[in-house]
């Protein structure tokens, strides 16, 4: 059975940091992209990083970009975000989310989220 | 960048009814179209890739179309389970794939 089971939220000031972990059993991790999508309190779905199933690829939303890393410890099945100048704007509820492919060449098919985390809460507040 | 906009953002509706749901793309997108539906303080649950692609073990009553720039997604019979908030999103550009403002099933 896929699960994605996220940890390593909290509450964090502007200008500080967090890291939060996604363990992923029950599937061939190294075989799947995996990235992050973010929801604000009472917002919509936000997709801010990804990742190729071998790590050798990674993908950033402008909004995160030189603050936010993705990487993944394929002999862990586990995914990770890193995330650094944290900003009152980041506050949201982080999934994680499973790549119905390893890749992102939408030349030899579809990709889409077929699993989700149940999701970790961040708040950047002082 | 690809923007996605949905409509109605929100709409009343009774069990039984027909509802349909309306996404368009900024630029054409194929059929590179994605369904999710999300129930409060749950992760989203996908229902529908390649605009018209039914996932497994989502029930018949959900259905999309459409190609190009406009799309379409319909719940045939209104279930008291499928009232809940739709967003779709495009994966033309993935993995930057741009999610709707999403449109949230409410009960009349």
């Known amino acids: 059975e896929v699960q994605l089971l996220e940890s390593g939220g909290g509450s964090v000031q502007p200008g500080g940091s967090l890291t939060l972990s996604c363990a992923a059993p029950?599937?061939?991790?190294?075989?799947?992209?995996m990235s992050w999508v973010r929801q604000a309190p009472g917002k919509g779905l936000e997709w801010v990083l990804g990742?190729?199933?071998?790590?050798?690829?990674?993908y950033s939303a402008d909004s995160v970009k030189g603050r936010f890393t993705i990487s993944r410890d394929n002999s862990k099945n586990t995914l990770y975000l890193q995330m650094n100048s944290l900003r009152a704007e980041d506050t949201a509820v982080y999934y994680c989310?499973?790549?119905?492919?390893?890749?992102?060449?939408?030349?030899?098919?579809?990709?889409?989220?077929?699993?989700w985390g149940q999701g970790t809460v961040v708040t950047v507040s002082s | 960048d690809i923007q996605m906009t949905q409509s109605p953002s929100s709409l009343s509706a009774s069990v039984g009814d027909r509802v349909t749901i309306t996404c368009r793309a900024s630029?054409?997108?194929?059929?590179?179209l994605n369904w999710y539906q999300q129930k409060p303080g749950k992760a989203p649950n996908l229902l529908i890739y390649?605009?018209?692609s039914l996932q497994s073990g989502v029930p018949s009553r959900f259905s999309g179309s459409g190609s190009g720039t406009d799309f379409t997604l319909t719940i045939s019979s209104l279930q008291p389970e499928d009232f809940a908030t739709y967003y779709c999103?495009?994966?033309?550009?993935?993995?930057?794939?741009?999610f709707g403002g999403g449109t949230k099933v409410e009960i009349k």
């Open positions: 989310a499973k790549d119905s492919r390893g890749h992102y060449d939408i030349l030899t098919g579809y990709n889409y989220f077929d699993y």
């Open positions: 029950g599937f061939t991790f190294s075989s799947y992209a």
């Open positions: 990742i190729s199933g071998s790590g050798s690829r990674t």
């Open positions: 630029q054409s997108i194929s059929s590179y």
């Open positions: 390649a605009a018209s």
């Open positions: 999103q495009q994966s033309y550009s993935t993995p930057r794939g741009t």
